[in-house]
Nanobody, 124 residues
Framework: QVQLVESGGGLVQPGGSLRLSCAASGSISSINAREWYRQAPGKERELVAV???????NYADSVKGRFIISRDNDKFLVYLQMNALKAEDTAVYSCAAEGLHYDAYGTPTAYRVWGQGTQVIVSS
């Protein structure tokens, strides 16, 4: 099992920056990708950024050039650096980990686990 805990949310003014952190514990070696999602009130959950085992990254079009996902492998941390924040970035941000568990017969089962979420409010 993998457990995730986010931190770093809060209130920031438009144009400001904020960094979110996601700490992982448990079966770290089973993780293939670490992700950040967000969900604004009345909207569907959106994948914001992903960083894979090989270090490759992808971003939602709405955050490209402003957000950066990175990781510290030694500390099992993933960060989301959010710059040039806009009011429309206001949401609950959740980190996730996607991977494979193998049973005693070597049969893989995909999983995705979630952190508890952290609120980001962009407002003057």
């Amino acid at each position: 099992q993998v457990q995730l805990v986010e931190s770093g949310g809060g209130l920031v003014q438009p144009g400001g920056s904020l960094r979110l952190s996601c700490a992982a514990s448990g079966s770290i070696s089973s993780i293939n990708a670490r992700e950040w999602y967000r969900q604004a009130p009345g909207k569907e959950r959106e994948l914001v950024a992903v960083i894979r085992r090989d270090g490759s990254t992808n971003y939602a079009d709405s955050v490209k050039g402003r957000f950066i996902i990175s990781r510290d492998n030694d500390k099992f941390l993933v960060y989301l650096q959010m710059n040039a924040l806009k009011a429309e970035d206001t949401a609950v941000y959740s980190c996730a980990a996607e991977g494979l568990h193998y049973d005693a017969y070597g049969t893989p089962t995909a999983y995705r686990v979630w952190g508890q979420g952290t609120q980001v409010i962009v407002s003057s």
